[in-house]
């Protein structure tokens, strides 16, 4: 992956290192690596901002000659890192939960020309969704290809999910109309909107794809482009995001882009950020875009690298949650926890413990604290009737927990303590 990329990168970092710092050496090597990005299928955009960013640490910089490489490269990668942070993130997870919230569907609408995998890379969002325990259905709004109908029966079918569509000819806006009736009316979290492949030149294609949305005010946009289609994919995502201004990209074929310049470009010519990309055919061959694998692949170790965001106002990666991670489910505050029991799950069967921490994705508690908490909160969503996640993510406040066996235990005289389920409380 991504060959051209690196060695562009690899040998303007090499060519700096082997000639004293003065200007019009820079210019030759920031021109030669100018070049090598173009055929990289990087931007102009791209490259301009590379360059001045690059041109301006090395002009009157004091680095020892036996270090320059790596200054270098380290500048190269701190610029390549400031492009991707200043398209910011995009939590699609959370932006549901908002949604699910106020008893609404989540409406996602899929963008981008025929035969980049519009229709393959909305099925496998689906199934990412449908694994994270939401409910989905499917519009059919590509009522123009030949087959298209169908190709999304098959993914539906195979998904289990329910698809909406109409014949070949109909108004494409009427269908996904109908999706979003259907949704509410049953209560669905997402609704998926596939459209049909316009080329971004065809004006009166693009002015039909900007009436679905004015119908059906989408949530949320997904452009969808070809890796391997390098600075036309660019092309088509700058157009696209003129006309219906999208939110994220997905990138397919991810896994066999030798030149790599496609996602660092649509990034910076949209400000939006790469959200996933497509490395292989099956359903779950759909991965979050991952900035510092993406820099590792072009520049090898980040070892004593500093790539942490630098843009103003901007929240650290610690603060948010990884764009394809599940969401945990939400509970109230909980107080400092106080034993009441030698073991924090007495009283809890086991078929409990396993259905609780499955269904939420808990996992093992690492500290005795973390066990009480655990517990308490296993003892508040039984007392709830077990709800499920689509039902509710709220487990309540456990400081109510009002639990018959614990008031019992804190009235009894403790003995020594013993080791309890998971291995905390020993003396």
Not at 102 to 114: D, K, M, R
Not at 173 to 180: E, F, Q
Not at 259 to 277: C, E, F, H, K, N
């Amino acid at each position: 992956m991504f060959d051209k990329l690196r060695s562009a990168f690899s040998n303007a970092a090499k060519s700096l290192g082997e000639k004293e710092l003065n200007e019009k050496d820079i210019e030759d090597i920031l021109f030669g690596l100018e070049i090598s990005l173009l055929e990289s299928d990087v931007a102009t955009e791209v490259i301009d901002s590379i360059k001045s960013d690059l041109k301006e640490k090395l002009i009157g910089s004091k680095v020892d000659k036996n270090e320059i490489e790596k200054f270098v490269k380290d500048s190269l990668i701190s610029s390549i890192s400031t492009l991707f942070d200043a398209a910011g993130e995009y939590d699609l997870f959370e932006k549901i939960n908002e949604k699910k919230k106020q008893e609404q569907p989540f409406l996602i609408l899929f963008v981008g020309i025929n035969g980049t995998g519009k229709t393959t890379s909305l099925a496998k969002v689906a199934h990412m969704l449908k694994e994270a325990k939401y409910s989905v259905v499917v519009a059919a709004s590509d009522t123009f290809r030949a087959g298209a109908i169908e190709q999304l029966k098959e993914h539906t079918k195979r998904l289990n999910l329910k698809l909406v569509a109409q014949n070949y000819n109909s108004d494409p806006a009427a269908v996904a109309r109908d999706a979003v009736l259907y949704a509410k009316s049953h209560k669905t979290d997402v609704v998926l909107i596939d459209t049909a492949g316009r080329m971004q030149t065809s004006e009166n294609l693009m002015q039909q794809i900007e009436k679905i949305t004015k119908v059906v005010n989408p949530d949320m946009k997904i452009f969808v482009g070809d890796s391997l289609a390098g600075n036309d994919t660019v092309n088509q995502a700058r157009e696209f995001h003129k006309h219906v201004n999208f939110d994220g990209s997905i990138l397919t074929k991810s896994d066999a882009d030798a030149r790599g310049g496609a996602a660092l470009s649509i990034v910076t010519v949209t400000s939006t950020p790469v959200l996933y990309v497509g490395v292989g055919q099956e359903y779950s061959d759909l991965k979050p875009f991952d900035k510092e694998l993406f820099l590792e692949t072009v520049f090898g170790s980040l070892d004593d690298v500093d790539i942490t965001k630098n843009i103003e106002s901007e929240p650290t990666p610690e603060s948010q949650p990884h764009p394809c991670k599940i969401p945990p489910p939400e509970f109230e505050p909980t107080p400092e926890p106080t034993p009441t029991s030698d073991d924090p799950f007495d009283g809890i069967k086991d078929d409990d413990i396993t259905t609780y921490s499955e269904l939420f994705h808990v996992p093992p508690p690492e500290n005795d604290k973390d066990a009480i908490n655990l517990g308490n909160n296993i003892r508040q969503w039984i007392k709830n009737n077990r709800p499920k996640l689509g039902e509710s993510n709220k487990v309540g406040d456990v400081s109510d927990v009002e639990d018959e066996e614990i008031q019992k235990h804190d009235k009894e005289e403790k003995p020594e303590k013993k080791r309890g389920r998971f291995g905390f409380f020993k003396k």
